[in-house]
């Protein structure tokens, strides 16, 4: 059975919006992130995009903020008598597959009128729909070991041109359908995911070289240093040579 101990739906926080807690939280937090995000998962900074639902497992490492511009939500902090059968700190993106916008409403309206009978109802229903979409073909289909593959080259060799066309192009498929596998498969989009490979390249070039910040910007992919360090500092809160004064 669930129970919800507290949520909200579009909550509304601006642009320097920030949670850190590294401890997490005594119960389980799921998110429905309704604008572009910037999650701290395993250690690193990822930028996820609008619609992307998360869950936190409890005293866990929780950090996340803002973009750089308003940052919306819907959160549930909850209880259930066993663990959700659904990977902690992944970001998913179920599009219209799973209404998961449509449930977060009706679960806050049971939970207002205190109705913990039909609150554990929906979220059952929820979580059951996301448990039978992520353990099924959609997430690993017959593309599965080629985009894995891509995937890894891309992390590889970021600089390399990376656009949905060139990659859709690799796998024979259209550009509309790569995007949506790629999403299904990884969680992330390939556009974000490209830039998450791009930025980490930067951090470690900037971290162990002594590479202008213009050269590192151009080892990984940018053609301008203006839109390096507009992207850098957009992901990881911090100016390329600021970083770099880090050491």
């Known amino acids: 059975m669930y129970k919800i101990v507290h949520m909200g739906c579009d909550s509304a926080h601006s642009k320097d919006f920030f949670i850190n807690r590294p401890n997490g939280f005594r119960h389980y937090l799921a998110l429905f992130v309704k604008t572009p995000a910037i999650f701290t998962l395993n250690g690193k900074d990822r930028l996820t995009e609008p619609d992307m639902f998360i869950v936190f497992d409890k005293n866990s490492s929780v950090q996340y903020r803002s973009s750089g511009g308003e940052y919306i939500d819907d959160w549930i902090h909850f209880d259930c008598d066993e663990e959700p059968e659904i990977e902690?700190?992944?970001?998913?993106?179920?599009?219209?597959?799973?209404?998961?916008?449509?449930?977060?409403?009706?679960i806050c309206d049971a939970y207002y009128r205190a109705s913990t009978k039909a609150c554990s109802a929906l979220m059952n229903a929820m979580f059951s729909d996301i448990i039978s979409l992520t353990g099924s073909s959609?997430?690993?289909?017959?593309?599965?070991?080629?985009?894995?593959?891509?995937?890894?080259?891309?992390?590889?060799?970021?600089?390399?041109?990376?656009?949905?066309?060139?990659?859709?192009?690799?796998?024979?498929?259209s550009a509309a359908?790569?995007?949506?596998?790629?999403?299904?498969?990884?969680?992330?989009?390939?556009?974000?995911?490209?830039?998450?490979?791009?930025?980490?390249a930067a951090k470690s070039?900037?971290?162990?070289?002594?590479?202008?910040?213009?050269?590192?910007g151009f080892r990984c992919g940018y053609n301008s240093a203006v839109h390096f360090s507009r992207q850098f500092s957009l992901v990881t809160g911090c100016q390329p040579s600021k970083w770099k004064q880090r050491r």
């Open 205 to 216: 070039l900037l971290d162990e070289t002594s590479l202008s910040v213009q050269e590192v």
């Open 177 to 200: 359908y790569l995007q949506e596998i790629y999403k299904n498969t990884f969680g992330i989009s390939c556009r974000a995911d490209v830039i998450n490979s791009r930025i980490e």
């Open 138 to 173: 959609v997430i690993k289909g017959s593309h599965y070991r080629e985009l894995a593959e891509m995937r890894r080259e891309i992390y590889t060799n970021p600089h390399q041109d990376w656009s949905v066309t060139n990659m859709a192009k690799r796998l024979h498929v």
């Open 88 to 106: 902690f700190s992944h970001p998913y993106y179920f599009n219209s597959q799973i209404p998961v916008s449509d449930y977060i409403r009706l």
